[in-house]
């Protein structure tokens, strides 16, 4: 299926080997005003990812061949940071936990509404596209440029997903403030927390692996996440 004219809301990459289902989210995708390429053989989606440079994937989890796991993973690999949204028939939280730690910005599990699905999509998008300029703010050794969407410490830049830098950003716009999971959830997926609050606890781990002593993450047992501020800092 050759791609749609890419309209302003960007193109889609539908990777799913069910044609019913694959249809219905295309139609819907469209109705919201997306460009959208179907693609329902895994191993030809990653072609399809450098070749047509899509704003968003979503990625169903099993595929037949390569699945939709393996793909994030090659994706990652390649430093390529398009938003990933995963479909999957199965719901584990084992299998949500893997696929948010290989990079997945959203996770969804089927039957899920095709409305709420272009949602999800229209709020990665949202974040990653219309990042207001604003000064670079810097906690501890880190510091972010949400303009740029660059989150780096000294001579060193750290490769995040799309979530993982809005995360890091929402906490470090208000250094010292305490969240809770279900605050982030509303205000950095954009739903409400019956999705789930491990997912906030998944991304939060990923970014302190990978900001390793630069995290300025801090736990508040019992209540939430705050980016905190050194003591030099706060002086």
Sequence with gaps: ????????????????????IADVVRL?????????????????????????RPAAIILDV????????????????????TPVLFVTARDDEVDRIVGLELGADDYVTKPFSPRELVARVTGVLRRTQGTPETAPQTVGPLTIDTGRRRAY?????FALTATEFDLLAYLMRRPGRVFSREQLLSEVWGYSSVAGTRTVDVHIAQLRAKLGEDSPIRTVRGVGYAAERSAAERR
């Design 1 to 20: 299926m050759s791609p749609e004219s890419r309209p302003p809301r960007g193109l889609v990459l539908v990777v799913e080997d069910e044609p019913a």
């Design 28 to 52: 819907n995708l469209v109705k919201a005003g997306y460009g959208v390429h179907v693609q329902h053989d895994g191993a030809h989606a990653l072609g399809d990812v450098r070749r047509l």
């Design 62 to 81: 099993g595929l037949p061949g390569m699945d939709g796991i393996e793909i994030c993973r090659a994706l990652r690999a390649d430093q390529d940071w």
């Design 153 to 157: 410490a000294d001579d060193r830049e």
